[in-house]
């Protein structure tokens, strides 16, 4: 980060949250350009993400992350906004995620919570307006595993049969998925994402 995005970033904070809180501490990065910062101050702990506007475009993230606030999900709610700078002010959903407390005991628990949200995520979020999950994307989607798993993971190198495989159970895929009713998706649901609230 550059002396003057940093400026930029305490600047922000300190129109939010005040002169009074703790240095910022990074929270989390992405598979994108965006970072998270963890700010204690006297109102508690907030997130700032910093998404360089030359890179990330954080309407989208406004956008969804309504949606899911205004359907009754657990999500971060955006407080504050600075798009100029690629600045948003986020709850704090804290530090525990589903993976990092996921044990024989819990496991159960855990998923069943995860799979009710889940469902409650298609039926409840009002997904008008937003792209839909069409065969391009769901095609880019699926070549995702792959390229990054397959050949960059776990390095192996596929053959033309392995690839005619693969088309094979994509095509497979990508005619059921088109078969069935069209909902609300959240592109990275899993248990490294999935936060973990003071009570579970």
């Not at 970072?35 to 475009?57: C, F, L, T």
């Not at 159960?108 to 009710?116: E, F």
């Not at 995702?144 to 095509?171: K, R």
Request: glycine share 8%.
């Amino acid at each position: 980060m550059t002396d003057a995005r940093y400026a930029a970033l305490q600047a922000f904070i300190e129109q939010c949250l005040g002169a009074d809180v703790q240095r910022p501490e990074p929270a989390s990065s992405d598979a994108s350009f965006r970072r998270y910062w963890r700010v204690q101050g006297a109102g508690g702990s907030h997130i700032i993400m910093d998404a360089p506007p030359d890179k990330e475009n954080c309407g989208p993230f406004i956008d969804v992350s309504a949606r899911l606030v205004q359907a009754g999900l657990r999500a971060p709610a955006v407080l504050a906004q600075d798009l100029e700078h690629g600045f948003l002010l986020l709850d704090d959903l804290g530090t525990r995620t589903l993976l990092q407390d996921l044990r024989p005991e819990t496991v159960d628990r855990y998923y069943d919570s995860g799979m009710r949200s889940l469902l409650k995520m298609q039926t409840s979020v009002d997904g008008s307006g937003l792209p839909s999950y069409d065969e391009l994307r769901l095609t880019a989607e699926m070549e995702l595993m792959p390229q990054w798993y397959l050949q960059a993971h776990l390095g192996l190198q596929l053959t033309c049969g392995d690839w005619d495989t693969l088309e094979q159970a994509f095509g497979l895929l990508l005619r059921s998925a088109r078969s069935q009713p069209q909902v609300f998706v959240h592109r990275d649901y899993h248990s490294r994402n999935l936060m973990l609230g003071v009570s579970d």
